[in-house]
């Protein structure tokens, strides 16, 4: 799964509007969500978390204009990818504004 955001920043402010997104939705869901992990190298970062046992893992990649986001989906979660997809684009949207 790919999903591209479009944003009017710098690399560097989008950076630092996407860390923080991720730290909020650590603090929003961390009764529902667990392991949630980031690791960031410059304007590129690892994620994962577990939800009902599954793993969720992926790689966010932020330039000036856009940021990537790209995710590996379970199997059992498949028939949702678009949804999963449709709901990143939505609150990155949000952040960046």
């Not at 944003?7 to 909020?24: G, Q, V």
């Not at 678009?82 to 990143?88: A, Q, Y």
């Amino acid at each position: 799964m790919e999903v591209t955001i479009d944003h009017k920043y710098s690399e560097a402010e989008a950076l630092a509007k996407m860390k923080s997104f991720l730290t909020k939705l650590k603090e929003e869901h961390q009764d529902k969500v667990g392991g949630i992990t980031e690791n960031w190298n410059g304007n590129e970062g690892d994620y994962s978390c577990n939800f009902n046992g599954m793993t969720l893992a992926g790689h966010i990649q932020v330039k000036d204009g856009k940021v990537i986001v790209n995710g590996k989906v379970p199997f059992l979660l498949k028939p949702f990818e678009s949804l999963i997809e449709n709901t990143i684009r939505n609150e990155a949207n949000k952040v960046l504004k």
